[in-house]
T-cell receptor, first 112, second 113 residues
Framework: GEQVEQLPSSLIVQEGASVLINCSYT??????FPWYKQEPGKRLQFIID?????ERKQTQRLTLLFDKKTKHLSLHITATQPGDSAIYFC???????????FGLGTRVSVFP | EAGVTQSPRYAVLQEGQAVSFWCDPI?????LYWYQQPRDQGPQLLVY????????NSQLPSDRFSAVRPKGTNSTLKIQSAKQGDTATYLC???????????FGKGTRLTVV
C-alpha cells in the first residue's frame, strides 16, 4: 500500500522566517494530496491540496510544489507567525472520497 | 461550531473492556471515515462508508473492532475487548463522495491500561 514520508519531523523557527516541509510517497496511483494542520486540542484542519495534474498551488502564505516524476511534494510557509505552530501532515489518496494515507507529521514551532 | 461531532471526548479502560465511539457527520455528507491516530503518528484509516455501505474495512482489526452506519448518517465504532495497543485518538471525518475536502472531528482519546 501507499507510504508517505515527511521530513523533517520537527523544526523551530523565529517569527517571520520561512519553513519548508518535504513529503514523498510511493504509490504512483496516488493523484490527490491534501495537507492538514493539527494544533493542540483542535481538530485536523485542511490547509491546502494539489492534484497530480498540477505542479504548483499557492494560497496566501502557503506554496505547495508537486513533482510527479520523483513522487515528491514540498510545502513552503512564508512569514511565519506563532499561530502557525502546529503539526503539519501530508497525505495522499488515489481518488476522491477515498481514504487518505498520512505521513507521521512535521512539528513546527514558531517563536516570537 | 457546526462540524463533525464525536463523543465521548475521552475514555479510559482496562484491558478486556468494551467501548463504543459515536460520530455525527456534517449534515448531508454521504461519506464517513474512521481513523486511528496513535500518539506522535499520523492518522491511519480504519474504515469508511458511503451512505450505509462499507466501502473499505481492510484496515479494521475485525476480530475486535466493528463499525456501523445503519441509516447512512451517524456511525458507531466499537472495540470489543480493548488492548493496550489500542491506546490512540479515534478520529471521525466526513465528506461528499464527489468532493475532495474531508472534515474531521475533534476525536476521542482512548487510554487502555
Amino acid at each position: 500500500g501507499e507510504q508517505v514520508e515527511q521530513l523533517p519531523s520537527s523544526l523551530i523557527v523565529q517569527e517571520g522566517a520561512s519553513v519548508l516541509i518535504n513529503c514523498s510517497y510511493t504509490d504512483s496511483a496516488s493523484v490527490y494530496f491534501p495537507w492538514y494542520k493539527q494544533e493542540p486540542g483542535k481538530r485536523l484542519q485542511f490547509i491546502i491540496d494539489i492534484r497530480s495534474n498540477m505542479e504548483r498551488k499557492q494560497t496566501q502564505r502557503l506554496t505547495l510544489l508537486f513533482d510527479k516524476k520523483t513522487k515528491h511534494l514540498s510545502l513552503h510557509i512564508t512569514a511565519t507567525q506563532p499561530g502557525d505552530s502546529a503539526i503539519y501532515f501530508c497525505s495522499a489518496s488515489d481518488s476522491y472520497a477515498q481514504g487518505l494515507t498520512f505521513g507521521l507529521g512535521t512539528r513546527v514551532s514558531v517563536f516570537p | 461550531e457546526a462540524g463533525v461531532t464525536q463523543s465521548p471526548r475521552y475514555a479510559v479502560l482496562q484491558e478486556g473492556q468494551a467501548v463504543s465511539f459515536w460520530c455525527d457527520p456534517i449534515s448531508g455528507h454521504d461519506t464517513l471515515y474512521w481513523y486511528q491516530q496513535p500518539r506522535d503518528q499520523g492518522p491511519q484509516l480504519l474504515v469508511y462508508f458511503r451512505d450505509e455501505a462499507v466501502i473499505d474495512n481492510s484496515q479494521l482489526p475485525s476480530d475486535r473492532f466493528s463499525a456501523v452506519r445503519p441509516k447512512g448518517t451517524n456511525s458507531t465504532l466499537k472495540i470489543q475487548s480493548a488492548k493496550q495497543g489500542d491506546t490512540a485518538t479515534y478520529l471521525c471525518a466526513s465528506s461528499f463522495w464527489t468532493n475532495t475536502e474531508v472534515f474531521f472531528g475533534k476525536g476521542t482519546r482512548l487510554t487502555v491500561v
